[in-house]
């Protein structure tokens, strides 16, 4: 079998999978989110939390318990950085250093998981395990339960309550993410992934030729299913899931795509049947499917024709790219990681031909909405459809509507407040770094490349995505303090605007569809918001692109 | 007394952040650590630890290692694994790729006598179409076969020219003044001749070439090489364990003639552990470089 041919079955395979489980996924999120009944150990947590899980909240008080929720794990985290030298199973790490800390504890709390440390070399067991991975459950059903609020905005009538954030916080953790994560965990270890405690001064190993070699163990399984089922990504090694340990053989990788992919698209199964129209939930999977298959397909493409001067050089795009997986299954992964805001890699993008490179950066920009991050990909196309039905409101003259609801002035502001944020953030954060000559002096590669570097980590810090074109020096206090704060704003503002745009449409009646309404359903529809999704991105990026892997490219 | 509205909610966030890093921090991994250590999966749980002929622990068979002697000399009767830029190479203490982009052609040649800040000798810094040229040239060398590559020289680093003068509106320099081989440092023998009537220099180390348009040349040299790609890239995390079966039966003849046995046995032990597709579309072939070697230390014993 050729690998072209190879590849295009992996994908395809893969395209089925996520369809088998699209369905049945997508109802038992449905259930698990819009179920009366708590389980025993449900309740346990209730209690020690102490909260009534049966009083619903008002959006201001849904965004304050996310904001509160997520301040306290900010903390937790930078101190168990600072202070691991003293706890256990520290592996004799050294404390982090503050700007370290914190720029890792903000980007494991907004579920962006960039990573300006090592980990084999900067992280013990306990902080990884008690501190990051805990977040890696948790970030991930912060998202989740925005979704859910904001969906639930759409699905009731003259309202102002949004459901329990505590609630939906317990339940996507312990309903959704840790049976997945138990059960794929164990088929992860059965391909080769470590789970141990080891110490790697215990394990040095003499080699054959003579040489001394540490076996880095530690609880990598556990952490890595739950990086890559919550959309999270951040490595248990500095490798990420190119390291053998992490992401074994060619199948391991497989499923850990398929995790990467099976919560965001499976979501709107859970969307549709939420508001009472699951064909509403086939026209977002569509929107977000169109998007994600014609994005990978290009990736894999511009790696397979490896056009550059290496590259040509090579006669294969394999720089950064490990043996087992080839160049297409990597591209395959690098374009699933970036299209949700994983940022998990099992190759390096650095080193991706300068158009391959490119669509991964332009998946970021994209927004992450196709399928984007567990939750986030939801509300934000969401938000997109909102932006379309207005778009299409305005160009026939009627009052747009979405799902029965109006979308006012009110709306619509919120919506476009959404969007803006990252590209203000990506922009004038990548205009700083140009400026400065610490933002400068991080980069490895010269000419375009270097500014692809650099615009490439706002992205990827502003969008909570978290891969990176890593030659980028990341480790300083300009990258830490800058890329911290736009993995905060990045995250916390959009979430704030789409609770506030859940209210305002919970607070609506049922407007009956008429005549007039755009049916949201239709193929017309699914090609429209994918339309409006790559124009908005277009018009805001290209003049970036064209500075940076467009230059490089086509020359 | 009610506590006000914002303290409580900090207080529930703390008690949930607690029990979470319970549930999911200790409880989780530890439920995870303990059902992988049954039979089966606790020696993959534990690293696939392989061990020698005698019983002496020879490392991961999922990490890959170096089998060079201590100058960095591939020792010949053992399989070469891929480059790596983890370290001094294949240290799972420092996993890394090169991170080196695919437009990077340019070397920094050092300068004879030069220092850095650390007081060593200057080393300049070499572009990744050179480290490619240069390991494609020193594989083919040890293997007997033809190193040549697109884009390289044969004295393997990257063939990159600076060309100086008038630009033309599309950017090229049509009547080149001056043209410099960049990454062959005098008293190289560039490797060309001439570029449009213009004799090719050497590059004078430490001398500005910004100026000049780059330009790479192609060569004749075929488009797919000899050597494989995977024998001049470093991969993903540093410690690829595999190579691909290309690489692998290129080697054959060389680890065959080390060992004093036929090439027929090196390759049919080349086989054995040659690994397919998962399920036949999954990944790519590949050869695990450390099982390779040590079964052949088992079967047949290098006596240096």
Redesign the interface.
Known sequence: ?S?T??GI??LG?LVLALALVYRPLGDYMYRAYSGTGHLRGERW?YR????KPDAEQRWGVYA??VL??S???LL?LYGLQRLQDRLLLSLGMDPVKPDQAWNTAVSFVTNTNWQSY?G??TMGHLVQ???L??QN??SAAVGMAVAIALVRGFARTRTDQLGNF?VD??RG??RIL?PI??VA??IL??????????N?AD?T???????Q?????G?V???EV?KELGTNGGGF???NS????EN????T??LEIFLILLIPFALTRTFGRMVGQVRQGYAIAAVMGVLALASISLTMLFQGIHH???????????????????VL??AVFAASTTLTSTGA????H?????LG?MMTLFNMMLGEVAPGGVGAGLYGMLVLAVITVFVAGLMVGRTPEYLGKKIGSREIKFASLYFLITPILVLVGTGVAMATDSGRAGM??????GL?EVLYAFTSASNNNGSA???LTVNTVFYDTALGLCMAFGRFLPIIFVLALAGSLARQGQTPASEGTLPTHRPQFVGMVAGVTVVLVALTFLPALALGPLA?GIH | MRMPSWIRQHLAAVRALLVFTVVCGIAYPLAVWAVAQVPGLNDRANGSIVKTADGRTAGSALIGQAFTDNNGDPLRQYFQSRPSAAGDGYDPTSTSASNLGPEDILDTLPVPGAKDEEDNPDEGRQSLLTQVCERSKAVGELEGVSGARPYCTPDGVGAVLKVFGARAADGSVPKPTRVVSANQGCPAQPFLGTYLGVRVECAKPGEDLAAGLTVPIRGNAPATPKVPADAVTASGSGLDPHISPEYARLQAPRVAKARGVPVAQVLAAIKHNETGRALGFMGEPAVNVLRLNLALDKTHPYRG
Do not use: C, K
């Not at chain 1, 550059?308 to 080839?326: D, N, S």
């Open positions: 079998m690998p041919t190879a079955l992996f395979s947590i020690l939390v102490g909260v304050r318990s509160a929720f301040v306290v794990s937790f090592s084999e070399s395990m008690t501190g991975a805990v459950f948790v505590w916080l317990t953790t312990v840790l994560a138990f965990a164990l270890v059965s391909g080769g992934v470590v789970q141990n405690f080891w790697p394990h190993v003499a080699t054959i030729a003579g040489g070699q540490a076996i880095t163990g609880p399984a556990s952490q739950i090694y500095n490798a190119a390291h053998p340990f074994a053989t060619a199948w990788n497989w550059g001067t290496v590259p040509t050089a090579v006669g294969a795009a394999t720089e950064g790219t490990e043996t087992r997986f080839g299954n990597s890699v099992n190759s390096f650095d080193s991706y031909t300068s490179g490895l590669n010269s000419g375009p490349h692809s074109f890593a030659g490089e």
